[in-house]
């Protein structure tokens, strides 16, 4: 069986058909609609390929227009705002059987020094990685057995995810809950050296587990969902390098959730304390 680290690098590795158009396949899976962070990935590998590589991506934004059909392969097309002579600007446009599904615009900046630095330390201290079970694991140690299909998705999954807090189960688990969650993760297996796969990937990952901080308050993460939820519109600013192969934690927190929509926050840390990604999202939840 392929390594899922592997898979999702061939996943990252678009098809390219014109000078600023690139393919990127879409597996055939059991979801209602592909998964937000692989178009999101894709489109910025797209964006990346146009560049000249020597200027890493600081910011992105991007809108989830329409869902896409998984087992359909996705074109995206790349439009050249601009090259100056320290930032590169492209547009993205996916298009998934004639319509267009997602936009992203991403910023490229030639790194250089800055007169001085500053961040904002981890909201608070958490146990490492290695001390915390995986989700599979509390999924087995709850239900006794790890279902058949979430089995299979575990096989499958790409990123090693280690929840802080105990998983919530019931209804009395989340009474009183603030809506806050952090998670350690890593990619199962190396993904080589190249910094915009690990930057795509990185990218991938940070739409998996950052709505939980919305739901928290309302629902068990694990039990049957009351709400219909979906990704809206996504940024990230990347400060510092990375790769998304070694550990780093994920705090993530929702300000505030009204109007059927939630909005999360998410700063990534290394494990040395340091500040590599901020992410902010917003999602559409609505009762089922």
């Not at 297996?189 to 308050?217: E, F, K, Q």
């Amino acid at each position: 069986m392929t390594n899922p680290a592997e898979s999702l690098v061939a996943l990252l590795d678009l098809e390219q058909i014109e000078v600023n158009i690139f393919r990127g396949r879409s597996p055939e899976e059991s979801l209602q609609r592909v998964f937000g962070g692989q178009v999101a990935g894709q489109a910025l590998v797209a964006a990346g390929r146009t560049t000249d590589g020597d200027r890493p991506v600081h910011s992105l934004h991007a809108y989830f227009l329409r869902p896409g059909r998984p087992g359909v392969p996705i074109v995206y097309q790349v439009e050249r705002d601009r090259d100056g002579r320290s930032f590169t600007t492209r547009r993205v446009t996916a298009v998934q059987q004639g319509r267009t599904i997602f936009t992203l615009t991403a910023s490229f900046h030639k790194p250089e020094p800055g007169s001085f630095e500053h961040q904002l330390p981890p909201t608070r201290k958490v146990p490492d990685p290695e001390s915390l079970p995986t989700v599979a694991d509390e999924v087995r140690e709850h239900l006794g057995a790890l279902p058949e299909q979430l089995e299979r998705m575990a096989r499958r999954q790409p990123f090693d995810i280690r929840y802080v807090d105990r998983l919530r189960w019931s209804a009395e688990d989340v009474e009183g809950a603030e809506p806050r969650s952090a998670v350690w993760m890593r990619a199962v297996g190396p993904l080589g050296d190249d910094p915009l796969v690990h930057t795509c990937a990185l990218t991938y990952a940070s739409d998996m587990t950052l709505l939980d901080a919305v739901r928290i308050p309302v629902e068990p993460l694990w039990g049957p969902r009351g709400f219909d939820m979906a990704s809206l519109d996504h940024a990230m600013w990347f400060h510092r390098p990375f790769r998304a192969d070694e550990w780093f934690l994920y705090d993530q927190e929702s300000p505030i959730a009204t109007g059927g929509r939630g909005l999360a926050r998410g700063r990534i840390y290394d494990r040395e304390g340091r500040m590599l990604v901020s992410v902010v999202q917003e999602g559409l939840f609505r009762a089922l």
